[in-house]
C-alpha cells in the first residue's frame, strides 16, 4: 500500500475511533459532584451514579450533623431521575438532641450538553421533598415541596474554568402536622447556588455562593453562604470532594464542612473497544 495512503486511512480511522469517547468528555472536564449546586454532567441511558455524603454544621452550642446518600440513575443520554435521602440525621436544633431518618427528595432532569457550542450547557430539573424526617423533633422541615430549577455551565480556556449556576424556586404545597418551631420557617422561597471551578492538579478547586430566602411570600429568612472546596478525580469514574461552608447571615449557621464521595457505573461510561483495523487494497 502507498505510505500516503496508509497514513489518510489510519487518520481517518482514529478521528471514528474518538467520535464515543467525545460524547465522555463532559464528564472527564467537569467535577461529578458540587457541595450546593448541581453539577450539569448527565447520566448516560442506564448509567447509575451514587454520592454518599457526610454534612455537619454548627452554630454556637446548636449542631446538625447527616449521613446522605443520591441515586442518579440515565432514562437516556439526557433525561435522569434521581432520589436524595438524609438518612442519618443527629441535631439539637428542636432542644434535645434527637437522632433519626431526615428528609426525602425525588427528582428528574433533562440536560441539553451542548448549547450553540460544545462548552455551554443547560438543564432543567423538576424535584419533589417530602417531610420523612419528624419537625417536632428538628430532624425535618414538615413540607411538601415542589422545587422547579435550571441549571446552567459555561467552560472558559479548553475547560481550565467552569461558571455554574443552579437557580430555582421552592413551593411549599402542603404541610406536615408540626410544632411552632418547625412551622415558623415554611414558606416558599428562592435559591441560587452559583459558582467558580478551576483545574488544580488531579481536580478542581471551586467556590460556590449558595443563596435561600423567602423574603419575597411573607418570611424573615435570607441565608447566604459561601464554601470553598476541592475536588479529587480518584479514578476515572470516582471523586472525593471536601467543603468548608462559611455563613455570611445571622441566619446561617456560620460554620460546615461537607465529605462527600462519588462514582458511576453501569452505561457506556467505559472506553470502547478499539476501531477494527481498516484494510485497503
Excluded at 18 to 42: C, G, N, T, Y
Excluded at 184 to 211: K, M, Q
Aim: glycine content about 12%; overall charge negative; hydrophobic content about 40%.
Amino acid at each position: 500500500m502507498v505510505p500516503g495512503r496508509t497514513i489518510c486511512l489510519l487518520l481517518f480511522a482514529c478521528a471514528f475511533w474518538q467520535l464515543p469517547v467525545r460524547a465522555q468528555d463532559l464528564e472527564q472536564r467537569q467535577p461529578l459532584e458540587l457541595v450546593s449546586a448541581d453539577s450539569i454532567v448527565p447520566q448516560d441511558r442506564h448509567e447509575m451514579m451514587l454520592t454518599s455524603g457526610g454534612w455537619y454544621f454548627r452554630d454556637g452550642g446548636v449542631h446538625d450533623a447527616m449521613f446522605t446518600q443520591k441515586v442518579e440513575w440515565g432514562i437516556s443520554n439526557r433525561l435522569q431521575v434521581a432520589t436524595f435521602v438524609q438518612a442519618i440525621r443527629n441535631t439539637n436544633v428542636a432542644g434535645a438532641s434527637a437522632t433519626g431518618m431526615g428528609d426525602l427528595e425525588v427528582g428528574a432532569r433533562y440536560t441539553w450538553a451542548s448549547v450553540g457550542s460544545q462548552y455551554t450547557h443547560l438543564a432543567a430539573a423538576l424535584d419533589a421533598g417530602f417531610p420523612s424526617g419528624n419537625p417536632g423533633s428538628g430532624l425535618g422541615d414538615g413540607g411538601y415541596t415542589l422545587s422547579p430549577s435550571l441549571l446552567a455551565s459555561h467552560e472558559f480556556e479548553n475547560s481550565k474554568y467552569q461558571m455554574f449556576t443552579t437557580s430555582g424556586l421552592d413551593f411549599v404545597i402542603a404541610h406536615r402536622a408540626i410544632g411552632a418551631i418547625a412551622g415558623e420557617s415554611l414558606h416558599d422561597s428562592f435559591f441560587c447556588n452559583s459558582g467558580l471551578s478551576l483545574r488544580a492538579g488531579r481536580g478542581w478547586a471551586v467556590g460556590e455562593v449558595a443563596v435561600k430566602s423567602n423574603r419575597w411570600n411573607g418570611g424573615s429568612e435570607t441565608n447566604v453562604a459561601f464554601t470553598p472546596s476541592y475536588v479529587r478525580r480518584v479514578a476515572r469514574r470516582a471523586e472525593l470532594l471536601l467543603g468548608i461552608p462559611i455563613g455570611l447571615t445571622s441566619s446561617t449557621d456560620p460554620i460546615g464542612v461537607v465529605f462527600k464521595f462519588t462514582f458511576e457505573i453501569g452505561g457506556s461510561g467505559e472506553l470502547p473497544a478499539p476501531a477494527p483495523s481498516v484494510a485497503g487494497p
